[in-house]
């Protein structure tokens, strides 16, 4: 499904920082292009920015409320582009300049000058199960029910879970990944590029006619792209945040 929007060169897009207390990094980055000392034409964030973020949990906007109001702030000068993930959904009212995508309107079909381009979190066509379960988890009603427990609980659940998550490890290889995207994305997308995080693998495939570009998860290394020009080999170009500080 097309929305009318168009890549810029300059752009920037992080994917998977799973960002809190325990896994600060993002916020210098995020800080730099507020100050425009990293540049960006747009800021275009690919899910799981946050470890946990709720619109419905009041709990984890208190813990993320810095970045937050960082980001807010960078909408109102350039655009920000953000779909949803796993950790991070039903943001719309937290980031009201900004274009939320949910899961259900992934992937989202842009352009980059002559060029078609889709851009995924990564898990919008999971199994049955999975989708059973993302429905579940983004349903106000079920939200408040945990969100009340959480509070009688002064919280310990979710400080459970954030500890816990801080410790999973992001970075491992998916074995098979090659073919697993091949079955999953070949032919199946009429495009030029297909990006997407969620499986942090930080590789490039052929696909016939479409390049496939999973992205690194910026928790690992605190790697993001660069939208380059089409006169460039290469339309996406990776940096390293410890070299833009």
Known sequence: MSHNIELKEGAVIISDAHYSSLRPELFSLINDIDQRIVPATQLILMGDIFDALVGE??????????IISIINKISENIEVIYLEGNHDFNLCKLFPL???FPIEMQPVLCTCSDKKVYLSHGDFDGKFLYKSYTKL???????????????????????????YLSKK???????G?????QNRIEDKYECDYFIEGHFHQNIALNLHE????????????QRYFIVKSLEDKQLFEE???????
């Open 98 to 100: 900004a274009q939320v």
């Open 57 to 66: 949990v009041p709990y984890t906007h208190r813990e993320n409320k810095n």
């Open 169 to 175: 490890d992001d970075c491992k290889e998916f074995i």
């Open 177 to 181: 990944f090659t073919k697993f995207i």
């Open 210 to 221: 479409t390049s496939y570009l999973n992205l690194p998860a910026f928790a690992c290394n």
């Open 137 to 163: 988890i983004r349903n106000s009603w079920i939200l408040f029910v945990l969100n009340l427990f959480d509070t009688l609980y002064n919280h310990n659940i979710l400080k459970k879970l954030d500890k």
């Open 239 to 245: 940096r390293n945040s410890h070299k833009e500080i």
